[in-house]
Structures are given as structure tokens and as C-alpha cells.
């Protein structure tokens, strides 16, 4: 099975995005930012008490990086989904090029990210259904 050109500029996306992120890693220890400049608050969340999609992904990326799964799924599944994920998906296109293509890289397929979608609309519904039905604010 040869591999797609889909899969492959994913895998240079990803990349590119990972160097990014260790550069302004690398930038935001050395600069004294405090953290709200750099990560706003959520302007939903400000306005109406409701979480947005993307509410906690920040605090589980912290999270995850630091060893706390459990509690990175906690406040947002998708990111453990995902960096599980590209810890297949990166060494396997790793592989596949240092090979010349003899070791094939993961495809992706559509029903991931169907998956992902289903994920995030799922965390983001039972979110504000708690807070809607109980007043309990989840994260």
C-alpha cells in the first residue's frame, strides 16, 4: 500500500506545528509575560457562564505534559486523543521516509477525524449539561 500525499502533508503540518510550539515554548520562558496576555480567558465562558469547545484544552495540555493524564482527559479528552495519536503517527511517517517508503506511515483515514468532532461535541455537551442542570461549574 503506497502511502497518500494527504497523509504526508499532514505529517509536514504536524511538524511545523510542533517546531512552532517548542520555539514559542522556548520564547514564552524567557520573556516575563504573565500568563493572562498570553492566554486570554475564554470571552464566552466570560459572557454567559458556558464553556466554548475549546475550554480546558489548554489546562489538559499543561496536564499531559506534566504526567497528569487522568486529569488532562478530565478537563479536555481530545487532547490525549490526539497526542496519542500523533505519537503513532509521526514515528511511523518518521520511518517511512528515512526508508524510502519501505515501512508505510499511518494513513489517515476520515473516521478520525469523525471521531475527533464526535469527541469534542460530546465533552462540550456534557460540560454545559451539567452546569445547565446542576449550576456546577465542571472546570
Known amino acids: 500500500m503506497q502511502d497518500d500525499g494527504f497523509s504526508r502533508s499532514c505529517y509536514y503540518i504536524c511538524m511545523a506545528v510542533i517546531g512552532y510550539s517548542v520555539a514559542g515554548y522556548l520564547i514564552l520562558q524567557w520573556l516575563p509575560l504573565s500568563p493572562d496576555i498570553v492566554f486570554p480567558s ?3 465562558y466570560q459572557r454567559t457562564g458556558y464553556y466554548c469547545m ?5 489546562r489538559a495540555l499543561r ?3 506534566r504526567g497528569h493524564l487522568i486529569q488532562s482527559f478530565y478537563y479536555h479528552p481530545i487532547v ?10 509521526i514515528p511511523s511517517h518518521t520511518l517511512s521516509i528515512l526508508t524510502k517508503g519501505r515501512i508505510h506511515g499511518l494513513p489517515l483515514k476520515p473516521v478520525y477525524f469523525y471521531v475527533l468532532i464526535g469527541i469534542l461535541i460530546l465533552q ?4 454545559n449539561g451539567i452546569f445547565y442542570f446542576t449550576g456546577i461549574h465542571v472546570i
Request: with cysteine; charged share 10%.
Open 54 to 58: 475549546g475550554c480546558g484544552g489548554t
Open 124 to 127: 462540550w455537551a456534557v460540560k
Open 63 to 65: 496536564l499531559f505534559f
Open 80 to 89: 490525549d486523543v490526539v497526542m496519542v495519536f500523533l505519537c503513532v503517527f
Open 42 to 44: 475564554c470571552r464566552l
